[in-house]
Each structure stands twice: as structure tokens, then as C-alpha cells.
């Protein structure tokens, strides 16, 4: 998988408007044989959860995809507002979103995350996150090669 053709699906107009700074830190190719169409699912779904949580200001988005044994782990981070403790153990839940006021700030149906954990534990992967209040957070994947 290449991701600087992942790059290329959230170039323009995703990031534009916010002039978010886009940084792929795997230049390698790396051989895989799962669903590479999911797997592009899923990180169009982290990126574009990125997107809407990094300030408009100084937006910065960094993915990443590396050998572990017999797994490629990915990551997508942000520096956006991060997720409190309190709410971290409902961020895969159905129709669960981070910002729960009357006026929510950013949009979505709350299924993004619950389909990347379903498509990336149907490939044999896991999925997690760590994360930390107003300094931003991390989306890590796994899959099997």
C-alpha cells in the first residue's frame, strides 16, 4: 500500500480550507494482501475525524504505516482537541460523538469510528487510539500481512 496515493484522496478540498500541513511518513510500498479499498475506507474516516477536530489555525495531520512482525501498523495523528478520559471508552461506540452539546461544533452520524473498527478487526487487525485533552490524538491499525 502506498500512502502517498492515500495522500492524493485528501488533498484538495479536504485540508485546503483549513490549510492543515499533510505529513506521510512512509516512503516505502509495503505488501499486502487484505481489502485495500477498506483499508483506504478506513483511513479516509480517521483523516476526515482529523480534519474536523484540528484548529482552524495550525492544523497538523501526520500518517504513517510501518512493519511490526507479521503486521503493518498505521497511525493517523492529529493536534487537534483531543478526547477526555472520561469519554474515551465510548469513542467506538454507535452513533457516539465527542462533542455531545446541544450546538455541536462538527458534524457526522457518530458511525465513522465504529466502521473502521469493523472493517479493521474483519481484516484480522486491531484498532485503538490514545489521546489527550487539547493536545490531540492518535489513530493506530494494524493488519496482517
Known amino acids: ?72 501498523l498505521f497511525h493517523v495523528k492529529d493536534n487537534g482537541i483531543g478526547i477526555s478520559e472520561k469519554r474515551k471508552e465510548s469513542v467506538f461506540k454507535k452513533f457516539y460523538q465527542v462533542e455531545l452539546s446541544f450546538k455541536r461544533k462538527y458534524g457526522g452520524s457518530g458511525f465513522g469510528l465504529v466502521i473502521c473498527k469493523g472493517i479493521v478487526e474483519n481484516l484480522g487487525g486491531k484498532i485503538w487510539f490514545e489521546s489527550k485533552e487539547a493536545e490531540g490524538t492518535t489513530f493506530y491499525f494494524s493488519i496482517p500481512k
Not at 16 to 28: D, L, Q, R, Y
Request: charged share 25%; aromatic share 10%; net charge negative.
Open 1 to 72: 500500500m502506498n500512502l502517498c496515493a492515500i495522500w492524493m484522496m485528501f488533498s484538495p478540498p479536504m485540508m485546503e480550507e483549513k490549510k492543515i500541513e499533510f505529513v506521510s511518513h512512509a516512503s516505502t510500498k509495503y505488501a499486502l494482501t487484505s481489502d485495500k479499498m477498506r483499508l483506504k475506507q478506513v483511513f479516509y474516516n480517521l483523516v476526515q475525524n482529523a480534519v474536523d477536530f484540528v484548529p482552524q489555525e495550525g492544523g497538523k495531520i501526520e500518517i504513517s504505516a510501518r512493519e511490526e512482525g507479521n503486521s503493518i
